[in-house]
């Protein structure tokens, strides 16, 4: 369980806070979308969720972020990575650079915990065998697509075993097909009880992954809720936030006098 | 290309772990490929500073077809000597018109305006240009016998942080994303209207619209790979099992304590006067 | 005002990939047209050819008729203008108003036309309020529109938008649907590579897809997009939009657009 209490931050060398008074809480093994219009505070929840804020990046911090129990104040940043993986948009800044194998880049995580090395390869080829990407452990990690880039990146996060994943726009770089082979992945990782945060713009991709939805506006949470429900309120529009086609299709047949109904099962 | 013979996997795999991470290893082409990265950068550091450390004619010529036998047993003599052409050529050339005008010498060739060219210039040159290409010689050969990767896990096995390590590899392979960086930033800046094929004055003129994003375009992913690097606890001190780590034989320790301490006596010689 | 031309251009990188083949290209004054396909089928290096930050190494290209194999990218700047898809790569001023303004400035603008096209640009992206702040305090989202306004104020017949909706939001992505209609009622051409299959079919008369270096198929969302055309999409690892494919299944013909799709549902039910 990674929970936020009554927390506000603000980045280093700005007086200004960008996030006010969050509650947020993500239970095992569920998975919650967050929305919102840009620079509403979405990637800022995510270096907050993670510990890189203020942890790497420095900051103001208020409120309470607790993991497992466990008040995080003041801990060091590794021990957030065994309990709280963070995957951000660009799948090329995100890995070493140093490895010249898929395999190398993912057991880059668990070498950096002093594991064994008979432990590190465990780990590496279940991450691997999790996401199906066994078959690209020889490839040279700068030669992949953006998808299967992205799939190695988050490969490297599930090797350090956290219970909670983090995804900051994991589709926005990526063409069709490597969106495609995210959402797969995130689909198969869903069944295995990690906990995932996932903020997107694309709203069908939410539908279908989470349970549970949180938009973020001018830095609150303005709504948290059951994905079907918060994804079909109105007042999304207002927030900066796309509805899913099925939602969005809808409302066009009702404002011309139509039954939304007659597109049902359709748009899947 | 067969692993390197020898190359040392943690002890605590199984077998077929073991192979697998046996062909992860770089290639290694030839016996020098295969040597220990540390010993092939004793062997450019004597080559380059003893170029320097020896005085007249003989022991650089020495220490450069040295480099270039190596070079054909490593297979990489022809890209070897090109390379080395192309980078010392230019500085050559400066160094050329520089000294054989400017040095100070008693016997005249022949004149150029207020230039003398003496054959103590000539002399000069020759020999700043003999230990200029030993140099580019020891160097290149290093850097084309030896995987950055399998360098920096040497070093880390032989006790350097891991930190530091990764640094100096992430430098080294950082240096060709720079140059396709300003490639793609010039790109866009020419779309604009910049001139980058016309008169030099353009071109200097169009420096600080490159200059700008390539350094800030860096920064921003260096910012970017270190909080993705903390994910993968890259900050926790200690030092790591590695999976793999090049071979170091006895006979190559005992080379390079050799070749160091030559270079030593060498530049002891040459201080206190005696070559 | 100009009309761009590809004939029988084909491309190959210096070392040995082929990028394209074949090309056929022409392009009018007013035109919308939308280049998709996989990261690959080479709609990056086509649009590099309008501008010569490529050259062929087969066929022509010809702005208004004429072969610009000679010309210097600078001059070919001042008819085709690009934005690329990362604005990093391109913003160094100091202040939005600087950067949107530089572009004008080196085709040659005096200052008070800088100036106007600059201010203009701004106010057709929505940045105007923001023209004195530090272009690295906005968010990437806004860099991109500024990187996009810097182009605008260049005012090329022409204008290339490389994936410009990665990373907007719903306003931004409208935002920019707006951009694209104003520019084509005032005579230029826009041509955009996307992968947003909706904001194609919304925004776009024509579409042009690629695979595999070749155009695979050009023309209207509506025929793009209908079921006929599905198997040449996906062979470039691409879906047609979620309005297109309901309308399918409910067999309505081709409907790209939300809009479309609504119109033959308004149709079928009348008829019932």
């Known amino acids: 369980m990674l929970a936020l209490s009554g927390v506000s931050y603000r980045y280093a060398g700005y007086a200004a806070r960008v ?111 999790s996401l199906g990407i066994e078959g690209l452990r020889e490839r040279e990690p700068r030669r992949l697509s953006g998808g299967q880039a992205q799939l190695v990146v988050i490969a490297s996060l599930l090797a350090m075993r956290p219970a909670h994943l983090v995804l900051d726009e994991p589709t926005a770089q990526l063409d069709p097909e490597g969106t495609r082979l995210v959402g797969e992945a995130l689909r198969r990782l869903a069944a295995t009880g990690t906990a995932m945060l996932i903020v997107e713009h694309k709203a069908d991709l939410l539908a279908e992954l989470c349970r549970r939805v949180v938009v973020i506006d001018a830095g609150r949470i303005a709504l948290d809720g059951e994905t079907a429900a918060v994804l079909g309120d109105r007042r999304l529009v207002d927030w900066g936030v796309e509805p899913p086609s099925s939602v969005r299709l809808g409302r066009a047949l009702e404002a011309r006098g139509l039954e939304p109904g007659l597109i049902a099962g359709s748009t899947a | 290309m067969p692993a390197p013979v020898g190359v040392i996997l943690a002890d605590d795999l199984d077998p077929a772990d073991a192979r697998d991470i046996a062909r992860l290893v770089p290639d290694t082409p030839s016996p020098y490929h295969g040597l220990n990265p540390l010993t092939k950068a004793v062997i450019a550091t004597v ?20 480099m270039l036998l190596l070079a054909f047993r490593a297979g990489v003599l022809g890209q070897l000597v090109r390379i080395s052409l192309l980078l010392t050529t230019p500085i050559a050339v400066s160094v050329v018109l520089v000294s054989v005008f400017t040095r100070a010498g008693r016997t005249v060739l022949f004149e150029i305006g207020p230039f003398d060219a003496t054959v103590e210039g000539v002399d000069f040159a020759a020999q700043t240009l003999v230990r200029l290409f030993a140099i580019s010689l020891s160097i290149g050969l290093f850097v084309m016998t030896t995987h950055p990767r399998a360098f920096v896990i040497d070093l880390e096995r032989r006790g350097v942080s891991p930190r530091v390590a990764f640094v100096a590899v992430a430098t080294i392979e950082a240096v060709p994303a720079l140059v396709e960086r300003a490639g793609i930033i010039g790109e866009s800046q020419r779309a604009r209207g910049l001139d980058t094929e016309g008169s030099l004055r353009a071109r200097l003129r169009g420096l600080l619209p490159l200059i700008g994003p390539v350094i800030i375009g860096t920064l921003t992913d260096v910012e970017e790979r270190s909080l993705a690097l903390e994910s993968r606890a890259f900050s926790r001190p200690g030092r790591r099992h590695l999976l793999w780590a090049m071979p170091d034989a006895p006979w190559e320790r005992v080379l390079r304590w050799v070749l160091l301490a030559g270079l030593a006596a060498t530049a002891i010689a040459r201080v206190s006067g005696r070559i | 005002m100009t009309t761009v031309a590809l004939e029988r251009v084909g491309f190959v990188y210096p070392d040995g990939t082929r990028a394209l083949s074949g090309v056929d290209l022409q392009v009018t004054p007013g035109e919308t047209v939308a280049i998709i396909g996989q990261n690959g089928s080479g709609k990056s290096t086509l649009v590099r050819q309008l501008d010569g930050l490529l050259r062929p190494t087969e066929g022509r ?147 042009v897809v690629m695979g595999g270096g070749r155009i695979t198929l050009d023309g209207p969302p509506a025929d793009v997009f209908a079921e006929a055309s599905w198997p040449v999409l996906a062979s470039t690892y691409l879906e047609a939009p979620v309005a297109a494919r309901a309308g399918a299944r409910l067999g309505l013909g081709s409907t790209p657009t939300d809009e479309a799709l609504v119109d033959a549902l308004a149709g079928a039910a009348r008829s019932a």
Request: charged residues 20%; glycine residues 12%; proline residues 4%.
């Open chain 1, 19 to 129: 996030l006010h008074d969050i509650d947020l809480t993500l239970a095992d093994g569920e998975i919650v979308g967050v929305v919102g219009a840009n620079e509403a505070g979405k990637s800022t929840l995510c270096l907050v969720a993670s510990g890189l804020a203020p942890g790497s990046i420095g900051g103001g911090l208020t409120g309470r972020l607790a993991i497992d129990g466990v008040d995080m104040k003041g801990r060091p940043l590794h021990e957030f990575s065994t309990r709280v993986g963070i995957a951000f948009q660009n799948p090329a800044t995100q890995l070493s650079g140093v490895s010249g194998s898929v395999f190398e880049e993912v057991a880059f995580g668990p070498m950096n915990l002093g594991l064994p090395a008979r432990e590190t390869v465990e780990r590496t080829k279940a991450a691997l065998a």
């Open chain 2, 47 to 66: 080559g380059s500073i003893g170029a320097f450390a020896a005085g007249g004619y003989i022991g650089p010529i020495g220490l450069n077809l040295v």
């Open chain 3, 61 to 207: 290209v010809l702005h208004d008729g004429l072969d610009v194999a000679g010309v210097r990218v600078a001059v070919l700047a001042a008819r085709v203008g690009i934005a690329f898809q990362n604005p990093d790569r391109q913003i160094f001023a100091g202040t939005v108003r600087r950067e949107v303004e530089f572009g004008p400035r080196i085709l040659g603008r005096a200052a008070e036309e800088a100036a106007r096209a600059g201010a203009a640009a701004l106010s057709a992206v929505g940045l105007d309020e923001l023209a004195d702040a530090n272009p690295y305090d906005l968010g990437f989202s806004r860099r991109k529109l500024l990187a996009l306004a810097s182009v605008l104020a260049m005012e090329t017949p022409v204008v290339v938008l490389d994936e410009p909706t990665t990373g907007q939001d719903a306003r931004g992505v409208r935002r920019i649907q707006d951009v694209v209609a104003r520019a084509a009622a005032a005579g230029r051409t826009v041509i955009a590579i996307s992968h947003d299959m909706r904001f194609v079919a919304e925004t776009f008369d024509r579409v």
